[in-house]
């Protein structure tokens, strides 16, 4: 029997990861309650979509509309988890228009972009759809529960089990713990958090588990790229010059004019309606400073707006935007992971029942859905004998 609180595999994170591991789960026999508790108001983490509420019937990926599997290894379960997703129409290959900007704005159709690699899908509806349509085609019997807007900040493990509890004061009981966001283990926690010490460090002390030792120790020193995203509510009147009539389109800056223009890439995103959405990112660190330092928000919003048509300028393609229906700024809580790799032998932790997923480990695709994926599919073999 379970109390209202009581579960008996709690994930911290509502990513892609998350999704596919508690789908994948399910689907090996586990017949247990699963807690998804994450901090945004729905699935899908850095790959997830804005249903604005000063913006109705607008769906916006803020994130990356598409995602892209390279597996090279030609792992036998990421082949399979993306064919059934592929059989069940959940995703489809993406034809989408890929434009390289350069220096010379001349634009190539042929990129080496870490995004658009090898081959692209999109979901049939949106990215935080595709993560609760991974869940919803193994929760025939309803062991997940899903709880938005709750920010885990304190953890405590005695008589082994894992307590909980969240910013508001909601705790959460479980037998085991999987933490596909990192941010418990990390640095970052102290300011994100407010708290003084990193939330496992704080439930499990130095030296009482190598394994959680190592991996708190080597996340100190991996990178993470922070972005800054901007949403373009356009009119109902702007369009694109040209007749394209796909959904996405795709403009990935040359270092040169990011440097210039402080955009790394821009996705235009046709609505159910035509209107074109249009997200812009940026990972200049300067940019995003001044950002932070800008007193008048709508003046840095007019900057936007400037680089933007200075950008497509001589487009074939692209229109000026003279005006546009609103211009939401997106900070980002969670962080691309770069440079070091967590081995994925510090996966699973036996002594403490905990387990971690996402792409900040070593598997192909680190930094990218595909390794958050496949991190996810590793995990759920590993853990099955011990959940």
């Given at each position: 029997m379970h109390s209202d609180n009581s579960y008996d595999i709690a994930i911290i994170g509502g990513g892609i990861s998350s999704c596919v591991f508690a789908s994948t789960h399910i689907k090996n026999g586990f017949d247990g309650k699963i807690a998804i508790i994450e901090n945004g108001r729905k699935l899908g983490g850095r790959s997830s979509t804005r249903n604005s509420f000063n913006n109705i019937g607008w769906e916006l990926n803020h994130g990356s509309p598409n995602f892209n599997i390279c597996n090279k290894t030609n792992n036998h379960l990421l082949q399979s988890f993306i064919q059934e997703l592929l059989d069940s129409k959940i995703i489809e290959s993406d034809t989408s228009d890929v434009i390289d900007l350069k220096e010379n704005h001349l634009f190539e159709t042929r990129i080496n972009s870490d995004f658009l690699c090898c081959s692209n899908y999109i979901p049939r509806s949106s990215m935080s759809e595709l993560s609760q349509k991974i869940i919803s085609k193994e929760n025939l019997n309803d062991q997940v529960k899903y709880f938005f807007e709750t920010l885990i900040v304190k953890l405590n493990y005695d008589n082994n089990r894992w307590i909980l509890t969240s910013k508001n004061g909601n705790?959460?009981?479980?037998?085991?713990?999987?933490?596909?966001?990192?941010?418990?283990?990390?640095?970052?926690?102290?300011?994100?958090?407010?708290?003084?010490?990193?939330?496992?460090?704080?439930?499990?002390?130095?030296?009482?588990?190598?394994?959680?030792?190592?991996?708190?120790?080597?996340?100190?020193?991996?990178?993470?790229?922070?972005?800054?995203?901007?949403?373009?509510?356009?009119?109902?009147?702007?369009?694109?010059?040209?007749n394209y009539k796909n959904k996405f389109r795709y403009f990935i800056l040359s270092k040169l004019l990011e440097e210039k223009f402080k955009f790394e890439r821009i996705i235009f995103q046709k609505q159910s309606n035509n209107n074109l959405g249009i997200v812009i990112h940026t990972k200049n660190n300067e940019f995003i400073e001044e950002f932070f330092h800008f007193q008048n928000k709508d003046k840095f919003k007019e900057k936007i707006l400037i680089n933007f048509n200075q950008l497509f300028d001589k487009s074939n393609f692209i229109n000026k935007l003279n005006d546009y229906q609103d211009l939401s700024i997106m900070i980002w809580r969670a962080s691309q992971p770069s440079g070091l790799a967590i081995p994925e032998v510090l996966q699973v932790c036996e002594n403490y029942n905990i387990a971690f997923c996402g792409d900040w480990f070593d598997f192909e695709g680190f930094g990218r859905i595909e390794g958050a994926i496949l991190s996810a599919l590793k995990l759920s073999c590993k853990i099955n004998s011990i959940s």
């Amino acid at each position: 029997m379970h109390s209202d609180n009581s579960y008996d595999i709690a994930i911290i994170g509502g990513g892609i990861s998350s999704c596919v591991f508690a789908s994948t789960h399910i689907k090996n026999g586990f017949d247990g309650k699963i807690a998804i508790i994450e901090n945004g108001r729905k699935l899908g983490g850095r790959s997830s979509t804005r249903n604005s509420f000063n913006n109705i019937g607008w769906e916006l990926n803020h994130g990356s509309p598409n995602f892209n599997i390279c597996n090279k290894t030609n792992n036998h379960l990421l082949q399979s988890f993306i064919q059934e997703l592929l059989d069940s129409k959940i995703i489809e290959s993406d034809t989408s228009d890929v434009i390289d900007l350069k220096e010379n704005h001349l634009f190539e159709t042929r990129i080496n972009s870490d995004f658009l690699c090898c081959s692209n899908y999109i979901p049939r509806s949106s990215m935080s759809e595709l993560s609760q349509k991974i869940i919803s085609k193994e929760n025939l019997n309803d062991q997940v529960k899903y709880f938005f807007e709750t920010l885990i900040v304190k953890l405590n493990y005695d008589n082994n089990r894992w307590i909980l509890t969240s910013k508001n004061g909601n705790k959460f009981k479980t037998k085991f713990l999987i933490c596909s966001s990192n941010l418990i283990l990390h640095k970052r926690s102290l300011d994100i958090l407010k708290v003084n010490q990193i939330p496992l460090r704080k439930a499990i002390p130095e030296n009482n588990d190598k394994k959680i030792d190592k991996i708190i120790n080597l996340l100190t020193k991996q990178d993470y790229v922070q972005r800054l995203t901007f949403l373009i509510y356009t009119k109902i009147n702007y369009c694109y010059k040209d007749n394209y009539k796909n959904k996405f389109r795709y403009f990935i800056l040359s270092k040169l004019l990011e440097e210039k223009f402080k955009f790394e890439r821009i996705i235009f995103q046709k609505q159910s309606n035509n209107n074109l959405g249009i997200v812009i990112h940026t990972k200049n660190n300067e940019f995003i400073e001044e950002f932070f330092h800008f007193q008048n928000k709508d003046k840095f919003k007019e900057k936007i707006l400037i680089n933007f048509n200075q950008l497509f300028d001589k487009s074939n393609f692209i229109n000026k935007l003279n005006d546009y229906q609103d211009l939401s700024i997106m900070i980002w809580r969670a962080s691309q992971p770069s440079g070091l790799a967590i081995p994925e032998v510090l996966q699973v932790c036996e002594n403490y029942n905990i387990a971690f997923c996402g792409d900040w480990f070593d598997f192909e695709g680190f930094g990218r859905i595909e390794g958050a994926i496949l991190s996810a599919l590793k995990l759920s073999c590993k853990i099955n004998s011990i959940s």
